[in-house]
């Protein structure tokens, strides 16, 4: 791992985390906060963006190292983790995986859901009232 690719997902990973922060006040201020809207909004945004990424990274800027490190892992990354979840489903798509794909997906999203409860679970207990 060198510094400047290391720099370049820092920096991206900034700038993403910012935007999503940004987002969700705006979503706040409309009185959108009782609704994942903020959260849909931004994964659906991330998805879109790495499908128009992959296509001019690999088109424009073949081997451009930096800017993926930057711009897919760092600002994608720092927006929201579902778009690696995004790319990796449509390169099961493109690969006429679909037991695969299928099976990525209810996994994500139910273990997702069953992490999220077990480590409510484990705060309670590990910081009780």
Same mark, same amino acid.
């Given at each position: 791992? *060198?510094?400047? &690719?290391?720099?370049a +997902?820092?920096s991206?990973g #900034?700038?993403?985390? *910012? =935007?999503?922060?940004?987002i &969700?006040?705006?979503?706040?201020?409309?009185?959108?906060y /009782?609704?994942?809207? %903020? =959260?849909f909004?931004v994964n659906?945004?991330?998805?879109?963006?790495?499908?128009?990424?992959?296509v001019?990274?690999?088109?424009?800027?073949?081997g451009?190292l930096?800017?993926? &490190?930057?711009l897919?892992?760092?600002?994608?990354? /720092?927006?929201?983790?579902? *778009?690696?979840?995004g790319?990796?489903?449509?390169?099961?798509?493109? %690969? &006429?995986?679909?037991?695969?794909?299928?099976?990525? +997906?209810?996994?994500h !999203? #139910?273990?997702g !859901?069953?992490?999220? #409860?077990?480590g409510?679970?484990?705060g309670?207990v %590990?910081?009780?009232?």
């Open positions: 791992m *060198s510094w400047t &690719n290391l720099i +997902v820092a991206g #900034a700038l993403g985390a *910012s =935007t999503r922060y940004g &969700n006040q705006w979503f706040v201020r409309q009185g959108w /009782g609704l994942p809207a %903020a =959260t909004a659906v945004i991330g998805c879109f963006l790495a499908g128009v990424l992959l001019w990274l690999d088109t424009r800027l073949q451009a930096w800017w993926r &490190n930057l897919m892992v760092g600002f994608l990354g /720092g927006l929201t983790t579902f *778009s690696a979840l790319v990796e489903g449509f390169q099961l798509l493109r %690969a &006429n995986r679909i037991d695969l794909f299928a099976l990525t +997906v209810l996994a !999203v #139910a273990v !859901v069953l992490a999220v #409860a077990a409510w679970k484990l309670q %590990a910081f009780p009232h």
